[in-house]
């Protein structure tokens, strides 16, 4: 291996590989270096595994919790394996193991596993070195009985009583899977409700459907303490410390910090916040010349599909720079997959409110279990689609669906907002019946049902608050995940 | 209620009703004749009591089927008597029980099941008589044991063994759910295959997924004859006789014959013919004035979703007969609710060999169990998405899915082909990761893959053959269901 190369990548998760592979593919020389595992998070501690939990548990249900986690360690090795070996057979693509920091201008130092230090260099250099679960202290719990989203896989049983301190996306998704294997479940979080980043709408259907299947959930609560003796965490609402009895794990999902620590960001000019992530243009390019960042390093991911799409920019920018990478960055849809998921594309609350003033939009929320047949032949118990859209227009801003495969259905909403489309072209398109998508016939005929009978009205709205100031604050950069 | 109205509609299913609620909301007296019930087939022998069985036999296995065929009744029943009772209530519309024929220029005579006639007047007539199923002889088989897929739902339990003749949509959906109840199932079509319309690609799937439950498939077979005291079902293939033994209940699936009879056509000059149905132009219009047909006594719909566009066009011709209906018609998606689901949109293999020569047609294929993290995930065995684009532009001319919620899936397609987006739009979509929507993504990818290195040669092709004549012969209209 030369030590000097076209690209240093940093860290082979979802984005770096993306990037690596795809210029080692183009025939630019590429060294990868990576700490731990190829396939970063996705692969090892993230996507797969939960993924194949989630189905797991589907499956087996409360039978077989053991074999269940047991077939999740298995594919996510196999796909490890697969993935190593794969990367390994790629021409012009070297994989280093070590820890790498930045080490003046286009030069990368990596500490060696087995000692001592290598230096490289390169035209460019990408970090992606994403990010890990964030830690909390808890009074009198032993480190055995603690868990994060990565370390839960590993266990060889179902626990008996498993408390998940936080309810976002990991704690939820998480909450689902293990109950359906049979444990008692129950989510402490300090908010006032499980995904805070969800409308309340969808967030309520989740909460509402953990609790049908007898999952805690307790809001705007902290963890208190742990006492080994009765097995009991102690949970802190309202000043009143109250009892988890029985609880013989706790699962730490509080959110997730980027990996930026000894990586020599500032010296090497890399504009940064420790809370925010590297800053990056468009086409993935940092602060400083030469130097690019994607996925959970920037302020912009937090998904494998947004952290694989940033990999694409940046390949293109690398390999042909005279190419203009596309102007606006694409729309990035976002899924949880709870029971029912919960699917997200455009911008959401906080992003239409810091664009249009309120008098503008217009919300339409179709009910997926009382306004669809088949939510009626499948007893389906909530369900539901809310699109925001510009009044008269119909241009869509943001959408939410709530229903199983809601991870399916939100790409044509993506391909929507995309290419600037309204509702009134979803309003031409049929829908197959019977299906959870003729919701999306539904929100287009109530939003011509509002529209076109007082169209003189919606036209003087349109025009006195199309370039209206927007009440709320200007937003801030994304705080991340 | 008066003789002389604005429209009468014949038939309440899903087209007559979309039309008769679409011009009675608008304050235009209706007068809705129906010979049975409230609902149409939709309601009460199609779509939903199937769905409502396939959802059924999904939930509670082979544990409870007389529960779940008892839960489809219900759920039917309690359906009807609503529609029945909300169709009651609307203002402006009258429902007639009884059998009605055109009698000269905009009059209807309708047969009173208390005996009698009765004769109305119209400005407009709305043909919404739709089909029923195709009946065939089998000689020494008892009428008790006869099903259609009208009848299959008031059995009180699972057959032992049910011989479904015809692996058509129907015979397809009813035979995984009806294995899945516990039933033995056996398929017998005298094509070479099942679901003969759809791709060879994706009737292959289903028949290895309906053959690894344990449902017998048995292809250019014909029905021979039934031995009651054996409950020996004969069928013939290739000359030979075999037995299917112990056969319960014999369903038979062999198409659908529209309701055309004595409803005197010929004499109010609407042009049709028995096999494929009243010609309508793409506002519905007849080539009688003044009377209109839409859904499945037409050439173009089989479907209810496609009956419902069909009535909303009617609605528009007739309300606001200014406006002009749009151009094409939509485009009509499809789905059949297998497991795996097969969904379609756009042109299929005739049409598109019809209109494009072989060379200027690209076919992608992304296998989704191999090639997708999902198909990873869940252990999927097979599915795929196979799209034919035209070579260089990806304008996308038909697109077929096998997965799990295909039917959900396809809409993106549907939107896509309606707007005339190409491969390298979905190319710029962002997938959630893991789903199966990210095969879209290996569409697109494999199509730039194919073009790009090669755009030299793929211009020229699509200009040598862009306006190249078929090679296949002309279409002729559908012939149907």
Chains 1, 2 share one sequence.
Not at 453 to 459: D, H, K, N, S, V
Request: hydrophobic share 45%; charged share 20%; net charge positive.
């Amino acid at each position: 291996m030369r030590d000097s190369v076209h690209t240093i990548v940093i860290g082979a998760g979802s984005g770096g590989l993306t990037v690596a592979v795809g210029l080692a593919s183009l025939g630019r020389p590429v060294v990868l270096i990576e700490a731990r595992h190829v396939g970063g998070d996705c692969t090892n501690v993230g996507c797969i595994p939960s993924k194949t939990l989630i189905r797991q548990a589907e499956v087996r249900g409360a039978h077989d919790p053991g074999g269940a986690l047991a077939e999740v360690r298995r594919k996510r090795d196999a796909l490890r394996a697969r993935e190593t070996a794969e990367v390994g057979a790629i021409g012009h693509l070297s994989l280093i193991t070590g820890r790498a920091r930045l080490a003046g201008a286009q030069r990368v130092v990596v500490a060696l596993p087995e000692g001592g230090e290598r230096t490289l260099s390169a035209r460019h250099i990408v970090i992606a070195t994403g990010a890990r679960p964030r830690m909390i202290t808890i009074p009198g719990l032993p480190a055995a009985r603690m868990l994060t989203s990565e370390s839960i896989f590993e266990l060889p049983q179902a626990p008996h009583h498993l408390a998940i301190i936080g309810g976002g996306v990991i704690g939820v998704e998480l909450a689902f899977a293990m109950r359906k294997l049979g444990s008692q479940v129950s989510i402490v979080d300090r908010g006032p409700r499980v995904l805070a980043r969800h409308l309340p709408d969808a967030a309520a259907i989740v909460a509402a459907s953990l609790r049908d299947r007898g999952v805690g959930v307790h809001v705007g609560a902290g963890v208190h303490s742990y006492t080994e003796a009765s097995e009991t965490l102690w949970i802190e609402r309202d000043g009143q410390v109250t009892p988890l009895a029985e609880v013989d794990y706790v699962l730490v999902a509080v959110g997730r910090v980027r990996n930026l620590e000894d990586l020599g960001l500032a010296a090497a000019g890399v504009r940064y916040s420790p809370h925010g992530g590297i800053v990056t243009d468009r086409a993935g390019r940092t602060s400083a010349s030469g130097i690019y960042a994607v996925g959970d390093a920037t302020t912009t991911s937090a998904f494998t599909h947004s952290a694989n799409a940033q990999g694409r920019r940046v390949v293109q920018q690398i390999a042909f720079p005279w190419l203009p990478v596309r102007a606006p960055e694409p729309c990035y849809p976002s899924a949880t997959f709870a029971d029912p998921e919960v699917a997200t594309a455009g911008m959401d609350q906080r992003q239409i409110a810091a664009r249009y003033h309120p008098a503008l939009v217009r919300r339409i929320r179709v009910d997926l279990a009382a306004q669809t047949d088949r939510g009626y032949t499948d007893d389906m118990q909530r369900g539901v689609i809310i699109v925001d859209a510009v009044r008269l227009t119909g241009v869509i801003l943001g959408v939410t669906i709530v229903a199983p495969r809601a991870s399916e259905m939100i790409s044509l909403f993506t391909l929507a907002i995309q290419q600037g489309s309204s509702l009134y072209a979803l309003y031409r398109v049929v829908y197959p019946y019977p299906t959870f998508s003729s919701g999306i016939q539904k929100v287009a005929d109530a939003f011509l049902r509002e529209t076109l009978p007082a169209l003189r009205g919606e036209l003087v709205a349109y025009l006195r608050y199309r370039w209206a100031r927007p009440i709320a604050p200007a937003e801030h950069p994304a705080d991340g995940f």
